[in-house]
C-alpha cells in the first residue's frame, strides 16, 4: 500500500488548481535544474544538482541515467540511497493530480538499488535494499529489500532468497560482499 496524503479540491480538476498547491516560481527553477540534469553526462554534477537545488537526499556513487525525469513539483520528497543505479527514461513521482484530489507522497529507494530503464515509481512507495527493477516496470506499491520485480503491474519475480539460490555460483553476483 502507497503512503500518499490526501488533499480534495473543489470546482475542476486538481491540476487545474496546480499553482495553489505549488508555488510556480518553484516549478520553474526544478524544471530548469531538471532538464538541465537529464541531458548532462557528469553524473557527479547531477547529483550535486538534485542535492543543492531540489533539496534531494541523494547518496554517494549513485548514478541516474541520461533522461531521468524526477517530480517537477515537489522533489524533495524523493530520496535515494548509496550506489544506487536509476535507469534510462526513469520517471519518480512524488504527486499525483487527479479529479477530485491531489496525493503526496514520498518516494525512498535503498542503497545497492538497480532501477531498469524506462520505469515509472508512483509516490509513497519504499524500494528496499539490493532490490532490482526490471526495465519497464510500473512501481505503484513497496519493494522487499534484495528483491527482483517487474512488470505492470509490478509483481515479485524473485523473492531475496530465490535470487540469492539462483546466484549463488555467479561469479560477479555470488560473491558475499552484496
Known sequence: MRRTERHPVDGANSLWHVYQTVPFWKVVKNFIVIQL??????LGMKSWLYRTF?????????????????????PEK??????????????ILAHEYLIKEYRLGEVKIGN???IGANSTILPGVIIGDHAIVSAGT??????????????????VI?????????WAKDPIYGKKDL
Open 112 to 114: 545497492q538499488v538497480m
Open 54 to 74: 531540489l533539496h534531494m537526499k541523494v547518496g554517494e556513487q549513485t548514478s541516474f541515467a541520461l533522461m531521468v525525469m524526477l517530480d517537477i513539483m515537489f
Open 138 to 155: 510500473l512501481v505503484h506499491k513497496d519493494v522487499p529489500p534484495g528483491a527482483f520485480v517487474g512488470g505492470n503491474p509490478m509483481k
Open 158 to 166: 524473485y523473492t531475496k532468497g530465490e535470487l540469492a539460490e539462483k
Open 78 to 91: 524523493i530520496s535515494v540511497g548509496k550506489n544506487t543505479v536509476i535507469g534510462y527514461n526513469t520517471t
Open 37 to 42: 540534469a537529464r541531458y548532462t553526462p557528469f
